[in-house]
């Protein structure tokens, strides 16, 4: 069996994770604390993965990144980024992907806190900065837990996205999940089946460890 | 000298009102905003913490402007120097209690003060705890302190009693009283208890609809009188009962329960659930020892 797709996909997953977390906490921030008015339509750009058809998705970032467009063209020339057909296209298709999953648990996190926790942190003269890394995200190490390895299972689990916009290059863009649709393809079901057990094993136990963890019995084990 | 003006138009469920507050308070004095809920009590406070912004206003302390809306002055509240303790007592529940307190130190601000405020609020006890493992009066008494580490010119309290019951309400009330003379602090306390009103301030400013109907001493305002040479005690009406001309009061003294026969012409507004002051003339008291 070749082990490539699984590497690159956990690698996909990793990096992507790793950019959403970066990306979400101050997003998830404005949006649980900001009164702005386009506030809704920010709101619902961020959701949109979660209704729109993958395949809508990656068939707009083909389209937009690809060099024979203007933008696409422009990122070639300017940036020497070509994200169509390459890992780094996947990683920022990934990105906006995944992108509810990480933010909804960690916005939901920082609304669920008490204000006072927040007011009381000003009135102890604290900047909005310290407030953030010393009492908002300690508070909230569950959301960040739950919104990390939803983003990082989900993003595991692409398919229509990653096929649009990455095509089944091996060792550059064929992640687990295509090779599985490819194995099925040319009727290879023992290959497809030995990369879906993996897949399968491998999410799980993901999920039951946050589950486990967020559920406090951890703790009450160890006490 | 503290010299507070504010006006902002609020929502309440009553519909539309209007806070317009205006007061001077001394250094040093106690003082309670005394008045139903959805008076403005609690706007009035987050104002002056500069967690509200009002439409119009001045607040200065000592003569340091935080707010000046004709001159666009508005200090964060990280810059005003005023502590805050809120009803929910607010303690970051990730962090012990020292570390609740430590946390609230300036940056170059000695130690000395945290174990001088674990003394006088006895919490030694409860250094290495975390917040949820206290009582009520226990993390009331951590949310004092810690609003007291970086010495604040003045201290706002957001009804912190209220949830409290009677045993330790007055033993907090206590705590607060002293840590008020002893940093000569001006404290502004939230209460709608007459009798914490009574015990706690020397001066009582009464909110209704966003305005300061009354103000003044304490025992001044709640007795229509002044009766000096009285003995005076506060209580609540639980039953009132009607017989003949006369009315048969059942009034809850603190966690006594004292029945009491007055006229029903002189008293004709009293009704269940008033705050009352049952007084009674110094000169023919009737006095038995307690064992």
Do not use: C
């Given at each position: 069996m070749d082990w490539e797709p699984l590497?690159?996909?956990?690698?996909?997953?990793?990096?992507?994770?790793?950019?959403?977390?970066?990306?979400?906490?101050?997003?998830?921030?404005?949006?649980?604390?900001?009164?702005?008015?386009?506030?809704?339509?920010?709101?619902?750009?961020?959701s949109m993965p979660l209704v729109l058809p993958p395949t809508v998705l990656g068939f707009y970032l083909l389209i937009?990144?690809?060099?024979?467009?203007?933008?696409?063209?422009?990122?070639?020339?300017?940036?020497?980024l070509r994200l169509v057909f390459s890992f780094e296209g996947l990683v920022f298709a990934s990105v906006i992907y995944s992108l509810p999953f990480m933010v909804h648990?960690?916005?939901?996190?920082?609304?669920?806190?008490?204000?006072?926790?927040?007011?009381?942190?000003?009135?102890?003269?604290?900047?909005?900065?310290?407030?953030?890394?010393?009492?908002?995200?300690?508070?909230?190490?569950?959301?960040?837990?739950?919104?990390?390895?939803?983003?990082?299972?989900?993003?595991?689990?692409?398919?229509?996205?990653?096929?649009?916009?990455?095509?089944?290059?091996?060792?550059?863009?064929?992640?687990?999940?295509?090779?599985?649709?490819?194995?099925?393809?040319?009727?290879?079901?023992?290959?497809?089946?030995?990369?879906?057990?993996?897949?399968?094993?491998?999410?799980?136990?993901?999920?039951?460890?946050?589950?486990?963890?967020?559920?406090?019995?951890?703790?009450?084990?160890?006490? | 000298m503290i010299e507070i003006f504010l006006q902002k138009k609020l929502n309440s469920s009553s519909g539309d009102m209007l806070l317009d507050f205006k007061t001077e308070i001394e250094t040093g004095q106690f003082v309670t905003l005394y008045g139903k809920s959805g008076a403005g009590k609690t706007s009035t406070l987050r104002i002056i913490a500069g967690l509200l912004r009002p439409d119009l206003g001045k607040i200065?302390?000592?003569?340091?402007?935080?707010?000046?809306?004709?001159?666009?002055?508005?200090?964060?509240?990280?810059?005003?120097?005023?502590?805050?303790?809120?009803?929910?007592y607010a303690l970051f529940p990730n962090m012990t209690i020292f570390e609740n307190l430590s946390f609230a130190l300036h940056k170059n601000?000695?130690?000395?003060?945290?174990?001088?405020?674990?003394?006088?609020?006895?919490?030694?006890?409860?250094?290495?705890?975390?917040?949820?493992?206290?009582?009520?009066?226990?993390?009331?008494?951590?949310?004092?302190?810690?609003?007291l580490v970086q010495k604040p010119e003045l201290l706002l309290l957001d009804e912190p009693l209220s949830a409290l019951d009677e045993e330790m309400r007055s033993k907090i009330q206590k705590y607060i009283l002293e840590v008020h003379r002893e940093?000569?602090?001006?404290?502004?306390?939230?209460?709608?208890?007459?009798?914490?009103?009574?015990?706690?301030?020397?001066?009582?400013?009464?909110?209704?609809?966003?305005?300061?109907?009354?103000k003044g001493h304490p025992l001044e305002i709640f007795s229509n009188e002044k009766m000096s040479g009285n003995f005076q005690i506060t209580g609540e009406i639980v039953s009132i009962i009607n017989q003949n001309e006369q009315l048969i009061l059942t009034i809850l003294i603190?966690?006594?329960?004292?029945?009491?026969?007055?006229?029903?012409?002189?008293?004709?507004?009293l009704s269940l659930g008033d705050n009352v002051v049952i007084s009674s003339p110094s000169f023919q008291p009737t006095i038995k020892k307690l064992n």
């Open positions: 590497f690159l996909t956990f690698k996909l997953a990793f990096v992507t994770t790793i950019i959403l977390l970066l990306v979400s906490i101050p997003l998830a921030y404005w949006l649980a604390f900001s009164k702005s008015k386009i506030k809704p339509i920010i709101e619902t750009l961020v937009a990144f690809s060099p024979s467009n203007g933008f696409g063209q422009w990122l070639d020339e300017w940036l020497g648990p960690i916005q939901s996190g920082f609304s669920n806190l008490s204000k006072s926790l927040l007011e009381a942190s000003y009135m102890l003269g604290k900047s909005k900065l310290t407030t953030l890394f010393k009492i908002l995200l300690p508070n909230i190490k569950p959301s960040l837990l739950t919104g990390i390895v939803l983003a990082f299972a989900h993003t595991i689990g692409e398919f229509g996205v990653v096929l649009m916009i990455g095509g089944n290059m091996p060792g550059v863009t064929k992640v687990a999940s295509i090779a599985i649709y490819d194995e099925v393809e040319s009727l290879n079901y023992s290959a497809a089946n030995s990369y879906s057990l993996i897949l399968f094993a491998l999410t799980f136990s993901i999920l039951l460890l946050v589950y486990i963890v967020n559920g406090g019995y951890l703790k009450r084990f160890w006490k | 200065s302390i000592h003569g340091n402007i935080l707010l000046d809306s004709s001159q666009k002055i508005n200090l964060p509240p990280q810059k005003r120097k005023i502590g805050f303790v809120f009803q929910d601000q000695s130690k000395k003060i945290l174990d001088e405020l674990i003394e006088i609020m006895e919490i030694g006890d409860l250094r290495n705890q975390k917040p949820y493992r206290l009582s009520g009066g226990q993390q009331q008494r951590v949310a004092v302190a810690r609003a940093y000569s602090l001006t404290t502004i306390l939230i209460s709608h208890d007459l009798a914490e009103v009574l015990k706690m301030s020397d001066h009582v400013l009464v909110l209704d609809h966003g305005k300061i109907i009354q603190g966690k006594e329960i004292a029945k009491i026969v007055v006229n029903k012409n002189e008293n004709p507004y």
